[in-house]
């Protein structure tokens, strides 16, 4: 099984990239794991939100194959604990699943054709996070997830 | 109104460490601040666990006064979205609290005294953050729970 963790925009902030450089790495001892950073829709005065997040939606999807299993963070979404988490990638690694996509939307979120390809939409809280530490969340918590299916050690 | 984030031990990571400061500045726009790491205990072979949440638990309650608004960070507290931390905030602030200490506590956890002292037991999410995270998303949502009060934009 493959991971492809998908974000719009290139994360600013120095920091967060930092930090999910780390969990990559990490997760990498695991499983083969692509990012890919989808191109941003720049959001001009008076234009349409909707057209925005559809342009970028339209962009999401194209990187997105069939057998994909995917995996989309909302705050819509189900909650879970990280148990929860690493038990559930565990039914699709031993179900054959080829590839796990995880897609965090922008600034201004998601295209609800995003949300409607998703086999999992999944919330990280009921509080809202910037979209930027939200990707170094799920991150965290991927690599968190094997360690627990793995019963190893939780390395910082 | 004052505020003191207090954290066991001190942050290793440097890219959180840079992060919390970036939200600490952007706090103290809107009220004094300080943050205060507690030293933590050394777990060694053998040492009970409890002897050693009790030590640092020891450490934090030294720091308290009577008077404190004390929110703990712990998984089994309330959850509450953003807006309603924000509105849980106006309402110390408007009720002339002095002070609200948040905590967070270490590796392996805090102390039930701790937990006991507190106003307000918050959870972050349902699932587990290492502690570290926790520290720079309760900075984030502080100053996110600012901005939601004072109708002010977010500044990334």
Redesign the interface.
């Known amino acids: 099984m493959k991971l492809l963790m998908i974000g719009v925009g290139k994360v600013?902030?120095?920091?967060?990239r930092?930090?999910i450089a780390?969990y990559t790495k990490r997760i990498k001892r695991y499983l083969p794991l692509d990012t890919l950073d989808i191109k941003e829709e720049r959001q001009t005065p008076g234009r349409l939100l909707s057209v925005v997040l559809k342009k970028e939606g339209e962009r999401i999807l194209a990187k997105l194959e069939g057998a994909d299993y995917v995996v989309v963070l909302h705050e819509t979404g189900t909650?879970?604990?990280?148990r929860g988490?690493a038990a559930h990638m565990e039914r699709l690694l031993s179900g054959g699943k080829k590839r796990i996509c995880i897609i965090t939307g922008g600034a201004y979120g998601l295209h609800p054709s995003v949300i409607e390809r998703a086999d999992m939409v999944l919330s990280?809280?009921?509080?809202?996070?910037?979209h930027?530490?939200a990707r170094?969340?799920i991150a965290?918590?991927v690599y968190?997830a094997f360690t627990i299916m793995r019963g190893e050690p939780?390395s910082?």
Do not use: V
């Open positions: 600013r902030a120095a920091y967060i930092e930090g780390g909650h879970t604990n990280s988490l990280l809280s009921e509080m809202t996070f910037p930027e530490l170094l969340i965290e918590q968190r939780y910082h």
